[in-house]
């Protein structure tokens, strides 16, 4: 089980699930937040509700669609640059989730161009810091 802000990104840290992604992306009472060229979707549920926690306060879902990079490296990229960029980051929001409640957090990228990482980072940052505020 991982410590509560390590900076590593263990399994039980990613949604993996048809349920939870069902609950995140077709119930009505998840939030979109957006940085271009980032959208992010998350819900807060109780911890009972989610089922398989293993004791995280918030898992996440990283989707780059093949409309937007025809190549699968160019893909791939974008979803290491997101996750690296949560993983060194995400203490701005765990510290803020409420004790028994747990987030579920999609990662949707928008451009069809690939973009920096400290730019990447910065808008994750961004996103992070904004539903920090909203908890």
Known sequence: MPTPFSQTLHKEERVCGRKQIERL??????N??????????????PKEE?????GVAAKILVSVSKRK???AVKRNRVKRQL????RKNKYLLLQK?????????????????????????SKVI???KRVAERL
């Open 97 to 121: 989730v409420p004790e028994g409640k747990m987030l579920i957090i999609g990662f949707l990228w928008q451009d069809t161009h690939l973009h920096d990482s400290k730019e990447v980072e």
């Open 83 to 86: 996750r690296e960029a949560y």
């Open 50 to 54: 989610v089922g398989n926690s293993d």
């Open 25 to 30: 992306f077709c119930e009505g009472n998840s």
């Open 126 to 128: 961004n996103l992070l």
């Open 69 to 71: 990079f025809k190549h």
């Open 32 to 45: 979109s937040l957006s940085a271009f060229p980032v959208r992010m979707v998350y819900i807060c549920l």
